[in-house]
């Protein structure tokens, strides 16, 4: 394994940046992205596709590097979420919850300051947390809905995209513990 | 023990979070009810700032629109509406709700002629989830507004209320698959449930076959579902095709056609007749503003032929023609559309005007009056007495598809008949010009 600057993968938790965030960053970053999807879509419809509280969600997971921490953060904004959708409470609580807590699992194991690396986590994420959803309504709420494998992909791109600006300038709120 | 848990502490927090928003879920799967409380926390927490947003992103964009970017084009916009507006009130053949561009007026028009007790309401906010077919507005239960409640506009129905909550409500668009409702045809009272699809139009479903609707054709609620008050329109039908058991018909959704900016939730539905003929706000289509007249009569007056000939100053519709006639005659009886004080005396509209091509002496009540046409404005006795018309130009007039020759502007001479025509008697009223 090469040992430069540039490597991935950490050899031991302790090697990653654990990040704090003041207290009025992390309750005011996801009520923003709730408000985002709430309020942005009316007058830019093309914007829905940015779900901007997934993207928190694995932000927080990824940088706290806690699992508890990150599956509580996609609790939360998943139930918000929840609550603004016509859907039964708990079905974006339970795939945002998965989510945070396999991206912090990630985050203990693989450096996720990289942007690509973020690219490729956010990516990935992205397509489990559609087909999850889709699992769900299927399996849990017996209701049709279609999952179209090349729109996922691609709004998973642009997802991975966004979130990496976003993650950048989420980075500047951040203290490094 | 202790150290057991320890160990698997994350994991089990996992099972435990996951546990209790299933046994959430299946308690409302169950029950299918929902837990109010949760979304109650959640949207008057949510709904005041977007309200903020909201009041702050209309006030700079306002500011915007009218100081910086389109100061004079805004100003100009407001007078032209201003002035189509008075016309309207002095021309009932031109009085047309579609002409209404200002949606909220129209909202409020039509709150005031519906039965229905209806409340106004905004939206403030998109419905989470990419494929989310809901809204939020901006009235909630403290305004009375409840769960299943519908909800329309003047040109027809948009959804209904899913949820109320103290300061908003969550409306499901016709479009979204789980939405439907009772329709009827216009025609032949087929009726049917219409259902959304997603995206664009919606279907009716249950139409039996033997059931006869055509493309065109116009559906309004029923009354059936309890939810929507009879006799409001639906849409109008794009296709038909015929498929066993029921047809396939797609219709798209009037209601939505210009935007969901303003709405109304019926608090009370009173059904209503479903009317005869297709509702009357339809799309509205503005013509391109009729040719500038002093470039019209200059170019009349460069050519010596009659304006008509080059087609410029042809009226684009029939609402141009009808605008341009009552113009002149304002003109003729000094008459200003929409200034007069109440009470005054209405101008004659029955004033007989040189049809184009025709010439005066115009003969009116037994009496000839020569036309005069020579840059001033015609001296027109409002007293009945036919006004003395004389025309002593060397030039034909200019024909506008049988609306009076344009109103003499700067001096410039209206072309007018060679002398020697014979006089010829003007209609009362042009064609297409008073009668519909």
């Known amino acids: 394994m090469d040992y430069s600057d540039s490597r991935i993968l950490l050899s031991s938790q302790r090697e990653g940046n654990k990040s704090r965030f003041r207290t009025w960053v992390s309750m005011v970053v996801p009520l923003a992205a709730i408000l985002f999807q709430f309020f942005l879509p009316r007058f830019f419809d093309f914007l829905r596709f940015v779900e901007m509280p997934f993207l928190v969600v694995v932000y927080f997971a990824l940088v706290r590097r806690s699992q508890i921490n990150g599956l509580l953060v996609g609790a939360l904004v998943g139930l918000a979420q929840d609550s603004l959708s016509k859907h039964p409470l708990g079905m974006f609580g339970i795939v945002k919850t998965l989510v945070g807590y396999f991206a912090a699992s990630v985050g203990l194991r693989i450096d996720v300051d990289h942007a690509m690396v973020r690219l490729v986590l956010t990516f990935f994420f992205y397509i489990f947390h559609q087909v999850l959803y889709w699992v769900m309504v299927r399996a849990l709420l017996s209701q049709p809905m279609d999952l179209e494998p090349q729109r996922t992909a691609l709004l998973a791109l642009l997802n991975a995209v966004i979130g990496v600006a976003l993650f950048h300038f989420l980075d500047k709120l951040r203290d490094r513990a | ?436």
């Open chain 2, 1 to 436: 023990m202790e150290s057991l848990l320890n160990r698997y502490r994350n994991i089990t927090v996992l099972l435990l979070v996951i546990a209790a928003q299933l046994i959430l879920l299946a308690v409302q799967v169950k029950n299918n009810r929902d837990i109010p409380f949760v979304r109650a926390w959640t949207v008057t927490a949510v709904t005041p700032i977007a309200s903020v947003v909201e009041w702050f992103r209309g006030g700079s964009s306002g500011m915007l629109h009218n100081y910086v970017f389109l100061r004079d084009a805004d100003a100009e916009n407001r007078r032209l509406r201003e002035e189509v507006g008075k016309l309207k009130m002095d021309n009932i053949f031109l009085r047309n709700e579609l002409s209404q561009a200002d949606r909220a007026r129209a909202l409020q028009v039509f709150q005031s002629s519906t039965q229905s007790k209806t409340l106004a309401a905004r939206t403030i906010g998109a419905g989470a989830g990419s494929g989310s077919k809901t809204i939020y507005v901006d009235r909630g239960s403290v305004e009375g507004v409840e769960r299943g409640m519908a909800v329309v506009t003047p040109d027809g129905i948009v959804g209904k209320v899913i949820a109320s909550y103290p300061t908003a409500s969550e409306v499901l668009l016709v479009t979204d698959p789980d939405f439907a409702a009772g329709v009827v045809s216009q025609k032949n009272q087929a009726r049917g449930t219409l259902k959304g699809q997603g995206n664009g139009p919606c279907k009716v479903d249950y139409v039996p076959i033997e059931e006869k609707v055509e493309v065109g054709e116009w559906f309004y609620t029923s009354g059936d579902d309890r939810i929507f008050p009879r006799g409001f329109p639906v849409g109008m039908v794009t296709a038909v095709h015929e498929a066993q058991p029921f047809k396939e018909i797609q219709v798209e959704p009037s209601g939505l056609q210009h935007g969901l900016e303003d709405m109304l939730i019926i608090l009370s539905g009173v059904h209503q007749e479903i009317p005869d003929t297709p509702p009357g706000n339809q799309p509205v289509y503005i013509a391109p503003a009729p040719p500038d007249a002093t470039k019209t009569t200059g170019a009349a007056d460069a050519s010596g032929a009659p304006a008509a000939a080059s087609g410029a100053t042809a009226p684009a519709t029939e609402a141009d023609r009808l605008r341009a006639h009552y113009k002149a005659l304002g003109d003729a009886q000094n008459h200003v559309f929409g200034e007069n004080l109440p009470g005054q005396k209405p101008p004659n509209f029955n004033l007989a005007l040189p049809p184009a091509g025709a010439q005066p002496p115009v003969k009116q009540n037994g009496v000839q009056s020569p036309l005069k046409q020579n840059g001033a404005p015609p001296p027109v006795k409002q007293d009945g007495a036919p006004p003395a018309l004389k025309q002593d130009g060397g030039h034909p007039p200019a024909k506008q598809n049988g609306a009076p020759p344009p109103a003499p502007q700067d001096g410039t001479a209206a072309p007018a008949k060679p002398a020697g025509t014979p006089p010829a008697k003007s209609p009362a009223v042009p064609p297409g010009g008073g009668g519909r």
